[in-house]
């Protein structure tokens, strides 16, 4: 069974860098994406950032510059170190995987019914 931890979400003021953390387990596939997705108050989910097994990474414009997404070799930890925080960045951060996805245009995908997804962790910017 996948299983996906995210940590490392917290409170930070306009300008500040927090680094999310998502602990895999039970993930085998040596295909697919892993990405993150982020969801404000009264918004819909959006994709943020996707990697693939190559490594090519994909990203919402609106964080594009700001945002960099990684991946450990052994493929089981991804990261979201995020720079420039404002408050529009407000959210609820979720990893997903899905070891179907064919590339990382899967971040702009409208539906992600196949992906496996963590619990979220929160991320709060200040001004």
């Known amino acids: 069974q996948v299983q996906l931890v995210e940590s490392g979400g917290g409170s930070v003021q306009a300008g500040g860098s927090l680094r999310l953390s998502c602990a895999a387990s039970?993930?085998?596939?040596?295909?697919?994406?892993m990405g993150w997705f982020r969801q404000g108050p009264g918004q819909e989910r959006e994709g943020v950032a996707a990697?693939?097994?190559?490594?090519?990474?994909s990203y919402a414009d609106s964080v594009k510059g700001r945002f960099t997404i990684s991946m450990d070799n052994a493929k089981r930890n991804l990261f979201l170190q995020m720079n420039s925080l404002n408050p529009e960045d407000t959210a609820m951060y979720y990893c997903?995987?899905?070891?179907?996805?064919?590339?990382?245009?899967?971040?702009?995908?409208?539906?992600?019914?196949?992906?496996?997804w963590g619990q979220g962790t929160q991320v709060a910017v200040s001004s």
């Open positions: 997903a995987v899905d070891p179907n996805a064919r590339g990382v245009w899967w971040l702009f995908l409208p539906s992600h019914a196949k992906a496996y």
């Open positions: 039970g993930y085998t596939h040596r295909s697919g994406c």
């Open positions: 990697i693939d097994t190559s490594g090519r990474t």
